[in-house]
């Protein structure tokens, strides 16, 4: 499977040198200087702090002054990434002087670059240096200081001693629980009380993710520097004694559309693939946007497209979105968003204004059930009669709490003949029957998208989709503007379990924002 940065290389990656020794040729008979100045700064923490001054022909590429800018740094032309007014310069045969032009011929047109770090050749090149022993680790009772960099280059070399047939490192990805003063300076935006509640109970569900041996026993955390990051990640350490925690500058709120950068230098260090035999896991206190910037270029989303299509998604705070790096290299999306963990009474998805007046209000969270029409997906239940009845029971339970306070009451109930009975169990509770799709489906699933992936004629609907999980792929990844043949290509990258929720909010203006994506946190882990 080819990488995400290997499918970016591949549009900077054009040879520039037979090209450029012509120009030079050229350009010593006719005496003409190079035209073009350009000032190319490098990125580095999200930031440019330092640079080099190039001199290119008129007549240059954006290939040509990649190649340029990897001479400088002694790599290859593939590992460089262009930018210019925070847009990526993704096509090599583009030519420079549109982009001199704009910023006046005669002054450096200034670019910003960054380094992508090579594919390993072996796997014991990616290997880490070994972190901290647990005897040095920080007090449990409040995540440590530590520097930007040194946190993300530690975290992403965490410890790895227990070893696994290939080697895996888990990422769960936790946004912030719900914070107040939304739009105000960092310092004011505390958790609300429902936030605090949201970070205590994700933080009780890792530790019994560990405990039940659904994650590596090896584990660190790094959070944001970031006020609601903080507190959020506090509540880790108290049910995870004696974790190793760092936090990084880096990993603060940022806009990926305008600015990918700082997150493409958090994805490039810690996504990379463990030694084989090795296994640990990795939990990350971050925010919806980078957050979900991450989960793009984890499904092999390049960074072009990375830094828009996270708009697509609307994370519930405190949710947990989980990522699988195996030691080939291959990443595996588990899980976005996953707040079936978190109760009822407290899920939350939008930051408050101002101070939080929830005792003031009957202790209720400030929220709106989603406008539009809510389709979710379930996964049909297991096939072991047992798990089958615990995870039926669980699922439906899942789906009416939903009902109370995030999508419409008003649910029509769909499903493949293969899913039926979890079908029929969701149906029953709405006082409903579920309506099969002919058995064609699985294998023309298009027919469904077209009939249900589009906005309600009332003003909220909600309707419920059980199948296998190739379908519920392909549906998921077609409601995210795939072509056919993509969301059929991609679907392999995920991997949902049994009777697990998939949300898409399908609106009224055309847009479309997926909530969760194989959630599976309403079901005892003993039945997962």
């Keep these: 499977m080819d990488s995400a940065p290997e499918q970016i290389a591949s549009a900077g990656s054009v040879p520039p040198s037979k090209r450029r020794k012509d120009d030079e040729d050229c350009e010593e008979q006719s005496g003409v200087e190079p035209h073009l100045q350009f000032l190319a700064k490098k990125a580095v923490g999200g930031a440019a702090n330092s640079s080099v001054e190039l001199d290119m022909l008129r007549s240059a590429t954006v290939g040509d002054l990649a190649a340029q800018v990897a001479h400088h740094e002694k790599c290859d032309p593939s590992l460089i990434t262009l930018v210019c007014s925070g847009a990526p310069l993704k096509q090599a045969s583009a030519p420079l002087l549109p982009i001199a032009e704009k910023q006046g011929l005669g002054n450096r047109a200034v670019v910003v ?17 070994p972190a901290p022993s647990a005897s040095s680790a920080p007090s449990a009772s409040a995540p440590s200081a530590v520097s930007a960099q040194d946190g993300l280059t530690k ?24 914070c107040c003063h939304e ?32 994650l590596p026993q090896k584990r660190a955390l790094l959070h944001s520097t970031s006020r609601r990051a903080r507190e959020t990640a506090a509540k880790l350490p108290q049910f995870l004694p004696g974790i ?11 806009d990926p559309t305008s600015n990918p950068l700082r997150a493409e230098e958090v994805f490039n260090r810690l996504f990379a693939a463990p030694v084989e035999g090795d296994a640990d896991t990795l939990i990350i206190v971050a925010h919806n946007n980078i957050i979900l910037y991450l989960l793009m270029r984890a499904a092999g989303v390049p960074i072009e497209r990375a830094a828009q299509a996270w708009c697509l998604f609307q994370l519930c705070h405190a949710s947990i979105t989980r990522v699988d790096v195996m030691s080939s290299g291959v990443k595996q999306i588990v899980s976005i968003g996953g707040s079936g963990h978190i109760s009822d009474a407290t899920a939350t998805w939008n930051n408050i204004t101002g101070e939080d007046m929830a005792a003031w209000k009957g202790g209720k969270p400030e929220r709106r059930k989603m406008s539009g029409r809510m389709i979710v997906l379930v996964r049909q239940a297991s096939s ?13 339970a899942r789906v009416a709490g939903l009902s109370d306070y995030m999508m419409s ?12 009975p979890t079908a029929v169990a969701v149906a029953r509770r709405f006082r409903t029957m579920p309506k099969l799709f002919p058995d064609s489906i699985a294998e023309h699933p298009e027919a469904a998208f077209s009939s249900l992936f589009c906005a309600s004629e009332r003003s909220r609907d909600t309707v419920v989709i059980v199948a296998e ?44 924002k997926v909530v969760a994506v194989g959630d599976t946190g309403h079901i005892p882990l003993e039945s997962t």
């Design 183 to 214: 739009g105000e300076g960092d310092s004011v935006k505390a958790l609300t009380v429902h936030g605090h509640r949201q970070a205590e109970e994700s933080a009780r569900y890792v530790a019994e993710l560990f405990a039940k041996g659904k």
């Design 469 to 512: 999980d190739s379908s519920v792929l392909y549906w998921l990844l077609r409601a995210l503007h795939m072509s056919p043949e993509d969301a059929k290509a991609m679907a392999p990258l995920y991997r949902i379990g049994h009777a697990s929720v998939t949300l898409v909010n399908m609106r009224a203006d055309g847009s479309t």
């Design 384 to 396: 072991n009669t047992e798990t089958c009845n615990r995870q039926t029971d669980a699922v439906v």
């Design 244 to 254: 190793e925690v760092w936090n990084a500058d880096l990993l603060r709120e940022t």
């Design 155 to 178: 975290a992403a070399h965490a410890p790895i001693q227990d070893a696994s047939a290939l080697g895996r490192r888990t990422l769960l990805l936790l946004r912030h629980g719900q």
């Design 409 to 420: 009451g008003h649910i029509t109930v769909t499903s493949t003949v293969g899913a039926q």
């Design 113 to 129: 670059y960054l380094v992508r770090k090579a594919p390993p050749a072996t796997a014991s090149a990616t290997s880490g240096t």
